[in-house]
């Protein structure tokens, strides 16, 4: 590997990483929440006859702060679906992928469908429809962003987008926790996702992971575009239930694990990529906390063996999924045990802590919030949707210390993010039969 043509990507990559939509085209599935004068003078009577039109007024105030809140962006992007497309008979769909809550996300669709009718369109279902139409509700740090995705005939689908700020009380619902999780649409198509990452630049990269192979988007108008796939080659046919793992390297853009497969990008610009048949270990948790653990390449867990070891424990019961955090001085792990307990190592013994009711997922990320490092932990909720939750482990048990997430479908994997800045939830979305991607955040409700 010549550090002369690593920086050479580099610079490509800061550039723009070219034009090479020859090498491939974008995907026709991407996608990218006075007091009243007189009232002392009343009898009490009469105080008790007023409570009615009190209440009422109340409710009335609370309409116009909602109003206030939403309405705005609701005919801003109602017109900018229009000036797309025309007036037209369509068919909308709209999901919820934010913290706004659901009697929320339910009346900003009424005001969507009413300000789409006040500009003249019609609705129908999908097979009478001449447009499709799904606006997601997602949402940043910083602002919700609303994502309407268009779908004509055969032509390829356009994307509009809109955001407006958060405000604290917007963003959370119920009693102020000490943390907030926030959840962020990155990527969705109908092929299973196995991992995503995202290399900031101007513009940014996207790497997205699958069983075919890595597609290597570029950002542009807001929007992903596929430059080119680098295609994977096995030689033993992928388990039924099939995991894989993307990692950003300083001297090369990646490496990518598989089970029984090695794939390493070139150093050069545009990057290649070979595979290899080999059982590698695969790198778990985050840095400056991780571990190279083995991978069962017939099935869809890890084996509890490492290389190193945590500590002086070279090995740990078989697992699907671990989260490292700091404490006194030495690194805590948290596994997602295929035994479903959750087992934690500290380098010495390992607890087990029983059946905590978490899923197969979970992942370490830094925040800066409480002690810096939380655990990310999938749950699974009422279907088709599963939540997330953080913990902290103060002492042996772990402890919930933000709201809880709920994503659009169930689990299929959870990897932290380079440097511990947020996760990387995949998430099969039954109702639309495709996989999402969304980037997990945590934040200080300060």
Known sequence: MQPESDDGFKRWIMA???NISDMGRAEDNAVYNSRIAGMLNRSFSQLISLLPLVLILLISSSSRVYAQNWATAEEQLARKIVSAIGTKIIAVEVSNRSSISRSNA???????????????????????????????????TQSYVWVAEIRQAANEPSVLM??????????VDGEASAMVLHKMLVWSQQERILDLAVIEGNPAHMLVLDSNG???????????????VLP???????????????????????DAYLPGVLCQSSTGAPPAMSCNDKDEPWPIGTEPFSLNASFASSRNFFTGAFSPGAGKQTLAPAFYSAGSFPQDKRTLWLFAGVDGQVHRLDGTTDQALGKLGWGSDVASVRSGCGSGWQILAGHDGQAPSDTVRAYEVPGSEPMVVGTELELTGSITAMWAGSGGNGAIAIVRNSDLGRYEAFRLTLTCNR
């Open 16 to 18: 723009g990483g070219g």
């Open 106 to 140: 339910d009346a900003i669709r009424r005001g969507l469908l009413t300000e789409l009718a006040t500009l003249g369109m019609r609705f129908a279902n999908t097979e009478q429809a001449g447009a499709v139409v799904h606006i997601s509700l997602s949402e940043n």
């Open 162 to 171: 809109i955001s407006l700020p958060r405000s604290e009380a917007q963003s």
């Open 214 to 228: 890595i597609g290597f988007y570029r950002q542009q108008n807001s929007r992903w575009q596929q430059e080119y």
């Open 232 to 254: 994977i080659t096995h030689a033993r046919p992928w388990p039924r239930d099939l995991r894989g793992k993307l990692v950003l390297q300083k001297d090369h853009l990646f």
